[in-house]
């Protein structure tokens, strides 16, 4: 009989261990609580070609580049004038002169209209902008596991709770996509 009550005795104490450590297991929690998420960013820049068609103004292409046209037309005009003007070896000084000077006069009178000639053509222009956007690499998760409170940080936007593992710390492991 004795023997039949240790036996019991030590029977009730395994058992009433068991049951301890069972209802433990069964009473731990199983997730913890999201109470706030916050977006972790970074910004990131972006290179583009940016292109645009533009007007472009050119001076046209000479084709007197050493302006004889003019000078020889200022020069026969310029004679022809001071032809016009004394009398004797005087009109022969003043032919010459009158030449020089209208020649003179007609090359700038050419150079100028020759500088004043442009062509406007249509060109492609362009340059590389950078768009700055915010990239989300993260989330700040506060949490809370019965009176305890805790932050992690995941790589996924997590619900409102997440899963903890045996040892009662928070998984952060991506669920996966179903």
């Known amino acids: ?21 069972g209802y433990q297991k069964m009473a731990q929690p199983k997730v913890a609580e999201v109470v706030a ?70 090359n700038q009178v050419q150079k100028s209209m020759q500088e004043k000639d442009v062509q406007t053509t249509t060109e492609q222009r362009c340059k590389t902008v950078h768009e700055k956007s915010q990239k989300v690499v993260g989330y700040d998760v506060d949490y809370r596991i019965g009176s305890q409170t805790g932050a992690v940080r995941t790589t996924f936007r997590p619900g409102a709770t997440l899963p903890l593992k045996k040892d009662g710390q928070v998984d952060t492991t991506p669920p996966q996509a179903s």
Do not use: W
Request: net charge positive; charged share 15%.
């Open 1 to 21: 009989m004795i023997k039949g009550f240790v036996l019991g005795g030590v029977a009730m104490v395994v058992l009433g261990a068991g049951a301890v450590t």
């Open 37 to 106: 998420v916050k977006e972790v960013t970074q910004t990131v820049t972006t290179p583009r070609e940016q292109c645009e068609m533009v007007q472009v103004q050119r001076r046209a292409p000479v084709k007197d580049e050493n302006r004889l046209l003019g000078s020889v037309g200022g020069a026969v005009i310029g004679g022809v004038l001071g032809h016009q003007i004394g009398g004797g070896s005087g009109k022969k000084v003043a032919t010459v002169a009158g030449a020089a000077a209208g020649g003179y006069a007609g």
